[in-house]
């Protein structure tokens, strides 16, 4: 079983993309809101019926219901408004976290859980310091939402179709995000055969601002996170072993210890099968390690 806490916007959008992908049998939306995640559940199996999927959603205001799930996705918490970044829900979403997952650590031992909330890295490292599980079990959503937006820019600026292109985004979900066009390309073709580098700095630059974007236009980022997400959910319950950036506690990697942050990593059936260590150059480097920075101050102020 998949389990989805907070069945809000994005949670109602993960649900429906892992259903879609029939990446289980059965999928639990929990909510403290009485009657959202069951009402979130019909609508969506309602849809599942038309289009022959076995798929039961379920919605449910019990913790305890998500006994037995495989992963736990994370993703309970506010949003930011506009002119705010995500930072600024520190404090109110880390107490949210933390009795949420108390909650998985009680029902649902054995599970991975997937943190999603922002600010992405520090909920991700209070995720697994209050679960206590093995480093490999927690992996937060980020840099596969940001991929995608690099992904987006590079094909509107090449005109090269989606599927030819591969973009990487490491480092915090957040302010010192780091688009690597070093580890991007078109069909394997370093994208600096395709786009000046001034140009390569304008993509960059709009794949760190882009969901603030969206945020002012409508409110809130939904699909492309949705689709992250299950995306993260299906390397795991299909085995792909696919190289995806996650959120995941470094110790030593890059240089950095007790911290969680973007870095590309094999996902399969274990969860974190190994984390990749790129050859990062200094100026990729200075942008990392200001990264680690900012989440480590994060983390210093909030008590655990
Ligand atoms: N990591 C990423 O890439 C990424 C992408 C998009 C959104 N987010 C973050 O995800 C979070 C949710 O975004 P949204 O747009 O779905 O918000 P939303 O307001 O639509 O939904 C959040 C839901 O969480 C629920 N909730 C609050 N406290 C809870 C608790 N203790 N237990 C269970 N449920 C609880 C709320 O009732 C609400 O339904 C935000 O923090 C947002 O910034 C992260
Ligand atoms: O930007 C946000 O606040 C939501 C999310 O982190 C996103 O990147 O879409």
Known sequence: MITIIGAGKVGGDAALFSALKKLDDQ???LDVVEGLPQGEAMDINHMLSEQGIDVEVKGSNDFADMKGSNIVVVVAGSGRKPGMTRMDLLKIN???VKSVVENVKKYA???MIIPV????????????KVSGFDRSRVFGMGGMLDLSRFRQFIHEATGHSRDSIRALVIGEHGENMLPLPRFSSVSGIPLSSFLPKEKLDELIQNTKQ??????ELKGATV???GNAISAI???VMRDRKQVIPVATYLDGEYGHSDVTIGVPAVIGRKGVEKIIELDLNDEEKQIFDKAVESVKSAISGIEI
């Not at 909330?117 to 697994?128: E, V």
């Not at 882009?210 to 945020?215: E, F, S």
């Open 27 to 29: 999928i639990l939306l």
């Open 233 to 235: 959910v299906e390397s």
């Open 117 to 128: 909330t922002n600010p992405l890295d520090p909920m991700a490292y209070i995720t697994y």
């Open 94 to 96: 880390a107490t949210i």
């Open 223 to 225: 699909h492309a996170p």
């Open 210 to 215: 882009v969901a603030a974007k969206v945020i």
């Open 109 to 111: 031992d054995n599970s």
